[in-house]
T-cell receptor
Framework: KQEVTQIPAALSVPEGENLVLNCSFT??????LQWFRQDPGKGLTSLLL?????REQTSGRLNASLDKSSGRSTLYIAASQPGDSATYLC????????FGKGTTLSVSS | EAEVAQSPRYKITEKSQAVAFWCDPI?????LYWYRQILGQGPELLVQ????????DSQLPKDRFSAERLKGVDSTLKIQPAELGDSAMYLC????????????FGPGTRLTVL
């Protein structure tokens, strides 16, 4: 059974820290991997999409990388802010569409 | 900016009743997805449409759930009869063309079954 795993499940950091969220997947034939942000009780907001042929994507303070050979993706957030507090989910699109359970981030001021 | 629309935003119903959710994808998006998200979990795909055709409904509980996208634009997800375990957030998403394009999500419908 294919799985997407996100570590850690929760993370608390002070404002200004750089941090890394991890996502691992078991499907070696993925088409792309997408990172999302979800605020409590809301829908998902797309952050970054990495195609299988790409190694990384950047948007502002966010950088996502993809290593298909190891089945891993990371989301790097630079200079974290309280407004970054949310749950971050990764999703693989391959033989199946599968989401991880997410990492809940809390940034304190 | 184009958005995925969903209604209602909240629905409270009693078990054994019928409920229906509506989704209008971003204009021009051929692929439409319905997901169910239980609190603390990631979304689980229920059904995926390419235009008006179902391409994946392997996780849809077909004894009580049905979905349609008759004209290849908006879509309806129905539950009949609702059960207590159906309480969850129901999310709709769309993309230009699976699987290479970015998925965009609507605000979701929070269902509570009493």
């Amino acid at each position: 059974k294919q799985e997407v795993t996100q570590i850690p499940a929760a993370l608390s950091v002070p404002e200004g820290e750089n941090l890394v969220l991890n996502c691992s997947f078991t499907d070696s034939a993925i088409y792309n991997l997408q990172w999302f942000r979800q605020d409590p009780g809301k829908g998902l907001t797309s952050l970054l999409l990495i195609q299988s042929s790409q190694r990384e994507q950047t948007s502002g303070r966010l950088n996502a990388s993809l290593d298909k050979s190891s089945g891993r993706s990371t989301l790097y957030i630079a200079a974290s802010q309280p407004g970054d507090s949310a749950t971050y989910l990764c999703a693989q699109a391959g033989t199946a569409l599968i989401f991880g359970k997410g990492t809940t981030l809390s940034v304190s001021s | 900016e184009a958005e995925v629309a969903q209604s209602p935003r909240y629905k409270i119903t009693e078990k054994s009743q019928a409920v229906a959710f509506w989704c209008d994808p971003i204009s021009g998006h051929a692929t439409l997805y319905w997901y169910r998200q239980i609190l603390g979990q990631g979304p689980e795909l229920l059904v995926q449409f390419q235009d008006e055709s179902v391409v994946d409904d392997s996780q849809l509980p077909k004894d009580r759930f049905s979905a349609e996208r008759l004209k290849g634009v908006d879509s309806t997800l129905k539950i009949q009869p609702a059960e207590l375990g159906d309480s969850a957030m129901y999310l709709c998403a769309s993309s230009q063309k699976f699987p290479r394009n970015e998925q965009f999500f609507g605000p979701g419908t929070r269902l509570t079954v009493l």
